[in-house]
């Protein structure tokens, strides 16, 4: 069983950078996909940014993309997202998740069968 946590999450203004990390603990090869989601208030969970396969391949979603850096070290225990100039509509709950193997496209919630509690990220004018 694997167990995903979340930190580095706080409020920051806008145009700052906030870099959070997610704690994998468990074993690595079910961390193979990984990726970083993020829910705002009154909307669905959406799928920013994950990293996957030997290489590391990176996908972004357009809403983040030349702002965010998804990665992840060697031994595929911690995942990182640094995020730099922020915008209030950042403002949301950010998840870590992971799965062994693909289940599905990879910044589809669906594709991944363990999560973490989440970090608060808040983004003021």
């Known amino acids: 069983q694997v167990q995903l946590v979340e930190s580095g999450g706080g409020s920051v203004q806008a145009g700052g950078s906030l870099r959070l990390s997610c704690a994998a603990s468990g074993y690595s090869y079910s961390t193979n996909y990984m990726a970083w989601f993020r829910q705002a208030p009154g909307k669905e969970r959406e799928g920013i940014a994950a990293?996957?396969?030997?290489?590391?391949?990176?996908y972004y979603h357009d809403s983040v993309k030349g702002r965010f850096t998804i990665s992840q070290d060697s031994a595929k225990i911690t995942l990182y997202l640094q995020m730099n100039s922020l915008k209030p509509e950042d403002t949301a709950m950010y998840y870590c998740a992971a799965a062994s193997r693909s289940l599905g496209w990879v910044l589809d919630s669906h594709a991944y069968n363990y999560w973490g509690q989440g970090t608060q990220v808040t983004v003021s004018t």
């Open positions: 990293i996957y396969g030997g290489p590391g391949y990176t």
